[in-house]
């Protein structure tokens, strides 16, 4: 693997926001999130729980509830009283449409995907259209005193059920009435508590199940009013909950972490008589789980905490793969951070700020593993705070250190950055050229001379960065066939003679930078690019997949390499492919023109070309291990991949230079201690 002075930071203070709410797509393969800083997720079950596209937040726009409608349409509704349509091609807000009752507390479509129903502040449930381009107003329900908190459909289309305060109510959809008024008080020592419903949905059986702060969750027949079933789980509040399309099984979140799944189950074998059982406790949350979400494989919770839990149900797997991993996901899968390799800098991004940060040095030498004392310390240069209510799109630094650039969705900024001693200064370039805002994606040439912007429809922006502190535009990039999608990766040779560019349609593009062409298509695969990056020297284009494939693309040939042919009929290394966190950054080591390096959030890997492919009887060691064994079985276990995972959760990996790695880590626990304290439980025997 080669030894290599490590800058290890652990300075990087990002604290995620929490999960708010999910929206499985219907019959579909994409999971919603909403955070509570405003931001939407969208991942891809189909390419390993990709997160494949990011909608970043806005302090004016909270989401309270998602829904995916006909047509793939995913809408937001929030605490400011709009419904929002996002536009997934372009990864903004496409439109708002006032609901017209307050805050909105609470959405659900109909069965067909057709009606849209709010819950409001006012106590009203309003109706609305879904019509090409936009909703339209259709009726109010009947309106009632107490914010609608919760909305569900029946699936045939014909009754809303609907959770209020110390309440549920059913309306006929058809007359806009109130069909039925279900008091779920709660009496405890003759003394009647205030009972808030957070949850509720409505099965085709007519059975209206709820969830409530009292830690119930309670089935009830809607038409005579009377309480069938009723479960405590919990000392806290049952905060939310999701079932099944199939109607047999249910998810419940909890105010202390914790998450439960219900089964309709016989009351004896062979019996036709079916009961709600509880049958799986988890405890992968420490804090509320607000939003749970049941897809047709797995259970699924998101938590105040910032993870997002999916579990697979075992039963419904058919062989181990992609699908049978429980996965836990905390960061994004995108970078954070850019590094200027030359000036030694690196710039953290956040929702609302940079900050650009000087790493240490030291004089010391040392054996391996050893801890070298510091000669600076690393040192805050700069906080530029982003104006307005939007939240950061993309930013990044240059390599020399000298420019830096971030985008909001409808801004984008350029500052000239100079070091005098010990004092720095940050100028902003006026005059930036008009670009198709939001940039997704911003990339420095290896010389710091050009700036290339990622934008819309395919599309990217050349920037020349002139003296002492300007731009201008040189040229716009477009996919000869055209795309709807906007580009979220790019990577650009160290020579300036190549640009390559990956969009939502997962289509690569090659450009010639030097006589600003389009060069080829990378061949079409069926999984979603997490990072890649062009060869200093052979100008091979290295492609990191979703479903953990690698691929190598030669540039000037057109065509994939030799050794990627090689790879592509051996095949990877089965603990390879069942990894469950992507691929997020790619680099190459001068010295050593055949290693790629490469992490995710739990490794860094040093991929050695030279060397043969491990078999699936080989084991996948970490380095550390690896160094424990005898010489003679180290030499057997000698093959490409070389693993190290010391450096946990990995945001961020590069070789400063031919000797010396930067490794920024996010302690999970430094994480926990920015968050809210949890709920306490009472642990047997203390």
């Known amino acids: 693997?080669?030894?290599?002075?490590?800058?290890?930071?652990?300075?990087?203070?990002?604290?995620?926001?929490?999960?708010?709410?999910?929206?499985?797509?219907?019959?579909?393969?994409?999971?919603?999130?909403?955070?509570?800083?405003?931001?939407?997720?969208?991942?891809?079950?189909?390419?390993?729980?990709?997160?494949?596209?990011?909608?970043?937040?806005?302090?004016?726009?909270?989401?309270?509830?998602?829904?995916?409608?006909?047509?793939?349409?995913?809408?937001?509704?929030?605490?400011?009283?709009?419904?929002?349509?996002?536009?997934?091609?372009?990864?903004?807000?496409?439109?708002?449409?006032?609901?017209?009752?307050?805050?909105?507390?609470?959405?659900?479509?109909?069965?067909?995907?057709?009606?849209?129903?709010?819950?409001?502040?006012?106590?009203?449930?309003?109706?609305?259209?879904?019509?090409?381009?936009?909703?339209?107003?259709?009726?109010?329900?009947?309106?009632?005193?107490?914010?609608?908190?919760?909305?569900?459909?029946?699936?045939?289309?014909?009754?809303?059920?609907?959770?209020?305060?110390?309440?549920?109510?059913?309306?006929?959809?058809?007359?806009?009435?109130?069909?039925?008024?279900?008091?779920?008080?709660?009496?405890?020592?003759?003394?009647?508590?205030?009972?808030?419903?957070?949850?509720?949905?409505?099965?085709?059986?007519?059975?209206?199940?709820?969830?409530?702060?009292?830690?119930?969750?309670?089935?009830?027949?809607?038409?005579?009013?009377?309480?069938?079933e009723s479960h405590t789980v919990s000392t806290s509040a049952v905060l939310s909950l999701a079932v099944s399309e199939k109607e047999d099984s249910i998810i419940v979140g909890t105010s202390t972490g914790a998450t439960y799944q219900f089964q309709l189950l016989p009351v004896k074998m062979g019996s036709l008589e079916k009961r709600w059982v509880r049958t799986k406790p988890f405890q992968h949350h420490t804090h509320d789980v607000r939003a749970v979400a049941h897809s047709s494989t797995a259970?699924?919770?998101?938590?105040?905490?910032?993870?997002?839990?999916?579990?697979?149900?075992?039963?419904?797997?058919?062989?181990?793969?992609?699908?049978?991993?429980?996965?836990?996901?905390?960061?994004?899968?995108r970078r954070l951070v850019s590094c200027a390799r030359k000036a030694r800098l690196l710039l953290f991004q956040f929702s609302q700020h940079l900050e650009l940060w000087r790493l240490g040095s030291t004089d010391g030498t040392g054996k391996d593993g050893e801890v070298l004392p510091l000669r600076r310390m690393p040192e805050h240069l700069v906080q530029l705070k982003s104006k307005g209510p939007e939240h950061i799109y993309c930013s990044c630094v240059s390599p020399c250190g000298s420019w830096l650039a971030y985008s909001t969705a409808s801004r984008f900024h350029l500052y000239r950055v100079r070091y005098e001693g010990n004092s720095v200064s940050v100028k902003k370039v006026p005059k930036v050229p008009k670009l198709l805002l939001p940039a997704y994606q911003l990339q420095f040439s290896s010389d710091s001379g050009s700036l290339f912007v990622a934008s819309a429809r395919g599309s990217v922006h050349v920037l020349q960065l002139l003296e002492p502190g300007g731009c201008k535009h040189l040229h716009t990039f477009r996919p000869p066939s055209g795309s709807p999608e906007a580009v979220y990766l790019l990577a650009v040779s160290a020579d300036g003679h190549w640009l390559a560019a990956v969009g939502g349609d997962w289509a690569i593009h090659i450009y010639n930078l030097k006589c600003f062409k389009h060069h080829c298509t990378v061949p079409t695969y069926s999984c979603a690019v997490t990072a890649l990056a062009i060869h200093p020297v052979s100008n091979n284009l290295v492609i990191a997949y979703s479903d953990q494939q690698l691929f190598e693309f030669s540039i000037p040939e057109k065509q994939y390499t030799a050794w990627s042919r090689m790879v592509q009929n051996c095949g990877l290394h089965k603990v390879w492919l069942e990894r469950d966190s992507p691929i997020t950054h790619i680099t190459f080591n001068p010295k050593n023109p055949s290693h790629i390096l490469l992490h995710d959030v739990y490794m860094f890997c040093v991929l050695d070309k030279s060397l043969p492919l491990p078999d699936n009887s080989a084991l996948l060691m970490n380095q550390s291990t690896l160094k424990q064994l005898p010489e003679t079985a180290r030499q057997r276990q000698l093959h490409a991949f070389k693993i190290c995972k010391k450096f946990q959760p990995l945001l961020f990996a590069d070789l400063l230079d031919e000797n010396c790695l930067v490794m920024v880590e996010r302690p999970i626990m430094d994480i926990k201690t920015q968050l809210p304290l949890p709920i306490q439980k009472k642990k047997f025997g203390t």
């Not at 199940?209 to 069938?228: I, K």
């Not at 259970?299 to 149900?313: E, N, T």
């Open 1 to 228: 693997m080669g030894e290599f002075e490590v800058h290890r930071v652990r300075f990087f203070g990002l604290v995620p926001a929490g999960v708010r709410c999910l929206a499985c797509q219907p019959r579909g393969g994409r999971l919603a999130l909403a955070r509570t800083d405003g931001a939407v997720e969208v991942y891809n079950f189909a390419a390993n729980y990709f997160q494949e596209k990011v909608i970043p937040g806005h302090e004016a726009r909270s989401v309270e509830a998602l829904c995916w409608t006909a047509g793939d349409r995913l809408f937001g509704a929030g605490l400011g009283g709009d419904i929002t349509e996002y536009d997934l091609a372009r990864l903004c807000a496409a439109h708002s449409v006032d609901g017209g009752g307050g805050p909105i507390w609470s959405m659900a479509a109909n069965g067909s995907g057709t009606l849209l129903a709010i819950g409001c502040e006012d106590g009203s449930v309003k109706l609305f259209q879904i019509v090409p381009g936009g909703i339209q107003f259709e009726r109010n329900l009947d309106r009632r005193k107490g914010r609608i908190l919760c909305l569900s459909w029946h699936p045939s289309g014909t009754h809303i059920a609907a959770g209020s305060i110390d309440v549920l109510r059913v309306f006929d959809v058809c007359s806009g009435q109130t069909v039925q008024r279900i008091m779920v008080n709660y009496t405890m020592q003759n003394a009647k508590r205030e009972c808030i419903v957070w949850s509720i949905a409505f099965l085709s059986s007519g059975t209206v199940v709820t969830s409530d702060s009292f830690g119930r969750v309670q089935f009830w027949d809607w038409e005579r009013g009377t309480l069938l």
């Open 299 to 333: 259970l699924i919770s998101g938590g105040l905490d910032a993870q997002l839990v999916i579990r697979p149900l075992m039963e419904k797997m058919q062989k181990k793969g992609y699908d049978a991993v429980l996965r836990k996901f905390i960061f994004p899968h």
